[in-house]
């Protein structure tokens, strides 16, 4: 309590001050735990390093080589950036996949050009298993599917979309995995006002604002991606990002129960998991046979050893994103889930080494 003399009046030493540019400095006094190499050995399962995108000139693979190796990453999946067949694919297999054996593994994407065209299924399907006979580990669609691709007449296509089945029934009978993102997050779906938590996020990336007539509700795309999923039993999918639904787990948990062909990843998301730790801890020990780890992001020291604290160690109140002035996805901080040693080595590299036939010593 503060000692106030009666009759006097504080002295007010308040300013006027934008939201924008309040950055409170937690007094909070917590024990921490630096985590410099992951317990066990690591496979990112999300990630994006296309030899085709101008920033990967500016990437010394050797050097990154080095750095996986002082981390204990084994390897990193590159999911392309949309634009990874054909070609294209084969450019990302030489660059990285061939020239680093066991280090990179590179999945295709979809040429949406032309969907719905008389004969297009056809050639796509065609596609894919040249694709994967070239070297593609898993396929991979975009949340472009659902928001932006068109077909030949106009019309929005939808992930359950019956005109698609063949190319997921093809990934089945190929056993590789589908790695789809729909939706996610539920901000980005909803009024850019003073209630939107992503609303500093959706401020530097208004293109990520999906709310509005032109695009589908963020419930509709949801179960479009589950329709999907349970159309295709024989076919493995992989969710990005906790199902795409990380800020339900209730939800996602439901979705594991009912579809045994259902994995996910945890990239970009350890945000929304460390905020609610009691929660997440419990989700991964129940899930942790269909947990990927993942991170979306670009490879640096720093970025995989904050995950690796969030996942190993029972810190509290800590940045998702060490030296951002304002965390880029919420203006929160969030809690370790010091997982067990048998979940940790599940998450880490078992799982992925499982599903892309992966050794791993």
Known sequence: MTDVILGSEPESKTTDLLVEDFQPRSELVVPEHHVARAKFPVIDAHNHLPAEHPRMQEVDLDQ??????????????????????????????????????????????????????????????????????AGAKGLKVFKELGLRIRDVEGNLVMPDDPRLAPLWDKAGELGIPVLIHTADPVAFFRPLDRFNERWDELHRRPDWHFYGPEFPSFEELIASLYRLIEAHPQTTFITA?????????????????????????????????????????????????????GTDQRPTIPMYQVHFRFLETADEYFDYAPGADIPPQGRWKIYGLYLPDEVLRKVYYENAARLFDLKID
Request: with cysteine; charged share 20%; aromatic share 12%.
């Open 241 to 293: 990002h906790v199902g795409c639904y990380p800020e339900n787990l209730g939800f996602v948990s439901q979705m594991m129960d009912k579809y045994p062909n259902f994995y996910t990843d945890i990239s970009a998301r350890i945000a929304e998991l460390g905020r609610a730790p009691y929660s997440a801890r419990a989700w991964f020990i129940k899930y942790a046979d269909r947990i990927l780890f």
């Open 64 to 133: 990154l080589i080095r750095e996986m190796d002082m981390l204990n990453v084994r390897a990193i999946v590159n999911l392309g950036a949309g634009q990874s067949t054909g070609e294209i694919l084969k450019k990302n297999l030489e660059t990285l996949d061939q020239a680093y054996p066991g280090r990179f593994l590179s999945f295709c994407n979809v040429n949406w050009t032309g969907v719905g065209a008389p004969g297009w299924i056809e050639r796509t399907v065609a596609q894919l298993e040249a694709d994967v006979e």
